[in-house]
């Protein structure tokens, strides 16, 4: 455990992150736990425990500065990527985690319970069937669709000024040029995540008025 959260630390560190040492300690108890639980439930394909530091928590982390409100959901969050490393680095605001998977849902209600998060709330629903009682102000997926499929099937959870951000590997120029004319692409930026040899971008979408 020690050394795991030196190289967290570490990798944080050289991203420019500025955790609390509890927030440390919970992202090196949920790397323990995912890696547990995914020798029997294989909820992901990155096996080594030192990789998924850089594979998905700097990979997750990488979108903080793009955040807006209090109010966010991930989307297809599958073993909770990038939901819960967001939520244990802005406690201050309220996430919901949605999966249509049971296997994947009850390993976070078991996180939830062992990392006592009380800003999370999971909900296993197909995205097209959950109806919020209160809107979000961020809705997040990772590689949970094309842009089309995704701005189509979450529109009705955005609140008013709300956004919608897609986490991308290449530069998803197809996907943009596939987009419907109701949604309005605000941004794309390049994320630069230390140690990882792959490209990275994020699409900030808005639905208009």
């Known amino acids: 455990m020690k050394s795991l959260n030196n190289l967290l630390a570490q990798k944080l560190s050289a991203a420019n992150y500025s955790l609390t040492e509890y927030a440390q300690t919970q992202l090196c108890n949920y790397l323990l736990l995912l890696d547990k639980w995914n020798r029997a439930y294989n909820l992901t394909s990155v096996r080594n425990i030192s990789d998924m530091i850089t594979l998905h928590i700097l990979d997750s982390l990488s979108i903080l500065p793009y955040l807006q409100g209090r109010r966010i959901i991930d989307v297809g969050t599958g073993a909770g990527l990038p939901g819960i490393p967001l939520a244990i680095a802005q406690p201050e605001c309220e996430f919901v985690l949605l999966d249509s998977n049971g296997k994947k849902t009850r390993f976070l209600l078991h ?7 009380t800003n999370v709330e999971i909900v296993q629903a197909r995205v097209e069937n959950y109806q919020p009682e209160k809107c979000f102000d961020t809705i997040i997926s990772r590689a949970f669709s094309s842009l089309a499929v995704f701005a189509q099937t979450t529109k009705h959870l955005c609140g008013p000024g709300g956004q919608l951000l897609a986490m991308k590997g290449q530069y998803p120029l197809e996907e943009l040029a596939a ?28 639905i208009p008025d």
């Open 179 to 206: 987009l419907s004319a109701v949604f309005s692409v605000l941004a794309t930026h390049e994320l630069l995540v230390p140690e990882l040899n792959a490209q990275r971008h994020l699409v900030c979408l808005k």
């Open 111 to 117: 996180v939830l319970q062992e990392l006592h998060l």
